[in-house]
């Protein structure tokens, strides 16, 4: 968000003061807590996205705006920290390195402001889209964003909503791990003041949205139908089984993808142009000519990243920004906190800064271990669990939990296989453990991480601990086998086990002969199977 001239003056919309930009969350605070204006629980300001509101002056809060008798002034960020992103996207040569990454992590400050700098995800947002078409028109409707994590969902909503600027439209965030339904009643409350007093429009933006349970979902339903707020929500789950329909079906869902390697490097050569680091061309030992002007002052380091090291990141972030830009941040700060080079090192001064592939791989290893959600990894831990499970090793069972969980597994895919194994191995020898993984998997969509990793664990030691079967599993799949080899057509439901509701029906002899156990003393001589497969057995 380049801004020009100097600092902006915005209005205190409870004291009228004027104060600039960077000022005014700070004061607001203040102002209200005096005040004790209506304000929402300020859970908003907690979600993950801390960030979400420092590059774009709209996104006021909806405590500021339950005052504002005209449009909101701008305002931004809360912390003194929003500066570096203004300045970072724009490149800041007066600020030295370890000054632009201190603060709020690096993809933060990289979020991009507008559609110039999203990347990727061209099938949504290409020429001749719908959604570009309506953003053009500056006409959004209620959209559902579905794609994995950190592929860029918060960003095109704030995207989305930046642009609908221009007809004043309120911005307000929601959390759907952590707001209430009196939360989503006071944005509705105040969506429809703002309408009906001054005619402005509320996007509502609720993070995690298929985390709201169905009375949540249904609080809105109306007002998103009627108009009163447009609905822009994010889900990394699908939300044909996740969201409830009569909401689906008044939003459009717009899937994003995970970005590609491509996408990833692009995203990457722009945080790294922001930070003034050098790249190393794999070939020339030199520094490029894509223009980075690295280090101001003669006393800051110059940073160099190899290629190599970039391409790495792009491939091992498995399609997320956040984790890919968070990376570079660890290893860009771990180098500067001891890797200065020996004078001398690659014909270079003591004053170089080299980052390596390796080192980025250290730096995601500490974010986050080497994970890869899609690939490889994810599969072989998943088997390495059930493996243990079925093994009845409960240690090595717990720790392929930790593994997945702590590298960013999506805890309903571990609970869903939980519930698999609870049938597949253990089944009737504790018909219980399928109750423990379907209530395990309900708490998980409940609570979420990380409050939900105990009950994985608890559930994953209790599989492993019990007793297995595979009896049932065994005779369904002799079922399948039977029915897969069976030769001609299937032998039609013998006529004394069908149902005859009319009278057709029983003409036609359906359920004639039909044994009525209960009716019967002494247990009943009678064939369930068709004729053709008498005697055969499954168990
Ligand atoms: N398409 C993109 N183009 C440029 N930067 C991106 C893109 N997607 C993500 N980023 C970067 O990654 C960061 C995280 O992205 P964002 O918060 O939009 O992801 P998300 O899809 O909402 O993820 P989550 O599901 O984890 O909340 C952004 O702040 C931005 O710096
Ligand atoms: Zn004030």
Known sequence: MADPGGPELVRCPVCSQELPAGRINAHLDGCLQRGKRMRLSGREEEEKESGATIAFPLFSKPKIEADGARPSPPTRGRGAEQD??????????????????????????????????????????????????????????????????????????????????????????????????NDVREVIKQAQNELRLFKRKTILFVDEIHRFNKLQQDTFLPHVECGTVTLIGATTENPSFEINSALLSRCRVIVLEKLSVEAMESILMRAIKSLGIRVLKQDAHSDSEDGSSGGGSRSEPVVYIEEKAISTLAHLCDGDARIGLNGLQLAVQARLATGRAPAGAKGSLGNVIFIQEEHVKEGLQRSHILYDRAGEEHYNCISALHKSMRGSDENASLYWLGRMLEGGENPLYVAR???????????????????????AYQGCHFIGMPECEVLLAQCVTYMARAPKSIEVYQAYSKVKECLKNHKGPLPPVPLHLRNAPTKLMKGLGYGKGYKYNPMYQEPVQQDYLPNELKGIKFF
């Open 84 to 181: 570096d992103s203004q300045g970072l996207a724009t490149s800041c040569p007066q600020k030295s390195m370890p000054e632009k990454l201190d603060g709020k992590p690096l993809a933060d400050k990289m979020r991009p402001c507008g559609l110039g700098d999203y990347v990727g995800q061209s099938k949504v947002l290409g020429e001749n889209t719908l959604l570009r078409t309506l953003l053009h028109a500056h006409e959004i409707p209620s959209v559902i964003l579905w794609g994995p994590p950190g592929c860029g969902k918060t960003t095109l909503a704030h995207i989305i909503a930046k642009n609908s600027k221009k007809n004043g439209t309120r911005f307000v965030t929601l959390s759907a791990t952590n707001a209430t339904t």
């Open 417 to 439: 296989r939980l519930v698999r194994f609870a049938s597949e191995d253990i089944g009737l020898a504790d018909p219980l453990a399928l109750n423990q993984a379907v209530a």
